[in-house]
Structure formats: C-alpha cells, structure tokens
Nanobody, 115 residues
C-alpha cells in the first residue's frame, strides 16, 4: 500500500514563495511518474507539474518559469518550489504517483496567496 503525505502549504503574500514536499511510503516509487495537481474552489483539479523517474519534467502553462518540480528517488520524495505566487495560485495542492491506470493521491495541502 502506498501513502503520500504532503507538507509545506500555508499563507503567503503575493510575490512570495513556498516549497511543497511529498513523501511516499511503501515499496513503489522509482518506476512511477510523480506530479503535483491543484484544485481551487469550484474548479476542476488540474495538473501543475510532473516529473518521471528519469527527470523529464512538464509544467502547466500558468506556472512555467515560476514553479520547479524535483524528486529524490532514494528518499521517495517529490518537491514543488513555487515562486512569484499570485492569488490565482490559491488552491489545495495534491501529490500524485501514477503509472498507467494506477494512481495514488495524497490528502492535499492548502496554499493561500493573499495580502
């Protein structure tokens, strides 16, 4: 069984930075794609960034140049560095571990960008 635990969310002013972390427990990690998603109130969940076990990354257009995803396969961790945050980045951020039809999700961490 895989559990994903996110941390690092909170309240930050516009223009500020936050770093989210996700730690996976269980026997799988290396062969899976890891990603961060977010869901704002009354909106659909959207993919923010992903990184595969080889280090290939992808980002939503809305966060390119501001967010950076990274992972440590040995520690089974995936981080999301978020810079130049805006109120539009306010959402619950979820960690995802997936391969094919298999998906694992964390419970999410709240990020609020407000002055």
């Amino acid at each position: 069984q895989v559990q994903l635990v996110e941390s690092g969310g909170g309240l930050v002013q516009p223009g500020g930075s936050l770093r989210l972390s996700c730690v996976a427990s269980g026997s799988i990690f290396g062969g899976y794609v890891t990603a961060w998603y977010r869901q704002a109130p009354e909106a659909q969940r959207e993919m923010v960034a992903f990184i595969d076990s080889g280090g290939i990354t992808g980002y939503a257009d809305s966060v390119k140049g501001r967010f950076t995803i990274s992972r440590d396969n040995f520690k089974k961790m995936v981080d999301l560095q978020m810079n130049s945050l805006t109120p539009e980045d306010t959402a619950v951020y979820y960690c995802n571990l997936g391969r094919g039809d298999v998906d694992y999700w964390g419970k999410g961490t709240q990020v609020t960008v407000s002055s």
